[in-house]
């Protein structure tokens, strides 16, 4: 069984992270939706609501294409988690060349820690490349419609967090 980690903190998951999820379904068998908990960020959403927000986009996709969906809480290091979930490849996803940086010493860093577990860089649709979980909040706090770039269960929560 060929099982991929997806990690990210998905406060709150968009199309974008949707885009990325259903191209690894593709390539595995089960794919695992590491929840960063990184209290560091100072989430808008609890973990709780991270998870159920994914668990509950991810439930037809799942049944469309046959591939296993769990999101899977995680607070230690990167690889740890692979290791933990039995994962043989990190997916990971690019919008830009900023991106491709920062990703890249994480590549480096995860192979020093675990040669056996490759990395898979999948590119954001060009509809999708400019959206940031931090720029959707942003538009919502402000009144603006994050429509365009959240699913309509996602676009709720936030009209519901921010009133």
Do not use: W
């Amino acid at each position: 069984m060929r099982i991929g980690l997806y990690p990210g903190t998905f406060d709150p998951v968009t199309l974008g992270h949707m885009d990325i999820i259903a191209r690894a379904c593709t390539l595995v068998d089960r794919l695992v939706i590491g929840v960063a908990i990184n209290r560091d960020k100072g989430p808008l959403f609890s973990l709780e609501e991270r998870v159920a927000m994914i668990e509950a986009e991810c439930e037809a996709l799942a049944s469309q294409t046959g591939t296993e969906i769990v999101a899977h809480p995680f607070e230690n290091l990167l690889i740890d988690c692979a290791r933990d979930v039995g994962a043989g490849v990190i997916i990971r996803g690019l919008r830009a060349v900023a991106d491709f940086e920062y990703e890249f010493q994480m590549v480096g860093m995860n192979r020093a820690l675990d040669a056996s577990i490759e990395t898979v860089f999948l590119m954001a649709d060009a509809r999708r490349q400019a959206i940031a979980s931090k720029l959707v909040k942003e538009i919502a706090r402000l009144g603006g419609s994050v429509s365009k770039f959240v699913p309509p269960r996602v676009e709720a929560a936030l009209t519901a967090r921010y009133g």
